[in-house]
């Protein structure tokens, strides 16, 4: 594609429900980044994928996260039995491969209430 | 260590003034650098990029200059214009994948 898609763009969930955020990186880029950004912050890593490898869990807050890319394309980002500290902007970013230039998406607010 | 700012700098400039935005990493084995530009409710977005081995590094409008030796990053925009008013996030890459950013600065332009 174009460039890096997620969805949903929007998500309001119950705490305790269980979410999945989905990344559509650009074509033929290797590597996938998760990021969690906060209001007036810059983005925070999560983890992240070289084709369909997580190379790097070490941002991940807790067991509750867990991310894939089973086929070395699209990503899915889950969050099992969520609190209300979970609600932020996520945002996807790929690559062409490792350190070089890194394409963000427009990101998934998601609100836990 | 990393730093997480919550109250931005601003720099405030005037329409056809040159910028400068600075930044400084926190790791001397950071050999990759990226400058974003975040406007509001938008993703951030890729300006330009740096490894180690380059002092000076220049884009459309935009310079990066890197100094190693006192772990600093700056940004230079040329002629600013009032679309470039947004918030300006230096990234260091020292290991895998990891992005770290800094706090951001609030670039504002006056007409």
């Known amino acids: 594609g174009a460039g890096v898609s997620q969805s949903p763009r929007y998500k309001v969930t119950k705490r305790g429900q269980d979410v999945a955020l989905r990344c559509d990186p650009i074509?033929?880029?290797?590597?996938l980044y998760w990021y969690r950004q906060a209001l007036g912050q810059g983005p925070e890593f999560l983890t992240y994928?070289?084709?369909?490898?997580?190379?790097?869990k070490s941002g991940l807050p807790n067991d509750r996260f867990s991310a894939e890319r089973p086929e070395g394309s699209i990503s899915t980002l889950t969050i099992q039995r969520t609190e209300q500290r979970d609600s932020a902007m996520y945002r996807c970013?790929?690559?062409?491969?490792?350190?070089?230039?890194?394409?963000f998406g427009q990101g998934t607010r998601l609100t836990v209430v | 260590g990393e730093s997480v700012g919550l109250h931005l700098p601003t720099l405030s400039v005037q329409e056809g003034d040159n910028s400068i935005i600075n930044c400084a990493y926190s790791?001397?084995?950071?050999?990759?650098f990226i400058w974003y530009k975040q406007e509001s409710g938008k993703g951030p977005q890729f300006i330009i990029d740096?490894?180690?081995?380059?002092d000076k590094r220049q884009g459309q409008r935009v310079t990066v200059l890197l100094n190693k030796t006192v772990k600093h990053l700056s940004l230079q925009i040329a002629a600013t214009q009032p679309g470039d008013s947004a918030v300006y996030f230096c990234?260091?890459?020292?290991?895998?994948?990891?992005?770290?950013f800094g706090q951001g600065t609030e670039l504002s332009v006056k007409p």
């Open positions: 990234a260091e890459n020292n290991q895998g994948g990891k992005l770290i």
């Open positions: 970013a790929s690559s062409l491969k490792l350190k070089t230039a890194t394409f």
């Open positions: 790791n001397s084995a950071s050999d990759y």
């Open positions: 074509s033929g880029h290797v590597s």
């Open positions: 994928f070289n084709y369909e490898a997580q190379q790097d």
């Open positions: 740096i490894r180690s081995n380059m």
